[in-house]
């Protein structure tokens, strides 16, 4: 899993991961993680829970609403490395189901 700690190695390699496309700010994580399992991100949240620091999830940034921009000396998850399509379930009643990690862009699911 790749990692950047401290808030100067994060603003320095990793600024744009402090907006999306509501060009909102309002801070810089202490740490920011691009896990690229489940378990990373288990041990994130486990981390985050066990020190109570904030975590703030950073998906594709498409937002306008700010909900994936960081808040100050908060944990940063960014989902991005996670980009495995793992299924199409066709076995549930009604349309099919895509089961898919959290990194997924929708041009990559119009390619599956």
């Known amino acids: 899993m790749k990692s950047f700690i401290g808030k100067e190695t994060i603003l320095t390699h990793c600024p744009d991961v402090l907006f999306d496309e509501s060009r909102f700010s309002s801070g ?3 740490k920011l993680y691009y896990p690229r399992t489940h378990e990373d991100v288990r041990a994130i949240a486990r981390e985050a ?3 109570r620091t904030p ?3 950073i998906g594709a940034q498409t937002g306008i609403a700010g ?3 960081p ?3 908060c944990i940063a998850v960014c989902f991005s490395e996670m980009t495995v399509i793992e299924r199409l379930d066709f ?3 009604g349309a099919p189901v895509l089961y898919c990690q959290p990194g ?3 041009e990559a699911i119009s390619r599956f």
Request: glycine share 4%; charged share 15%.
């Open 28 to 30: 810089i994580p202490a």
């Open 49 to 51: 829970s066990s020190t």
């Open 55 to 57: 975590l703030t999830v």
């Open 67 to 69: 909900a994936g921009v």
């Open 71 to 73: 808040i100050d000396d």
């Open 91 to 93: 076995n549930e009643p």
């Open 104 to 106: 997924v862009t929708v």
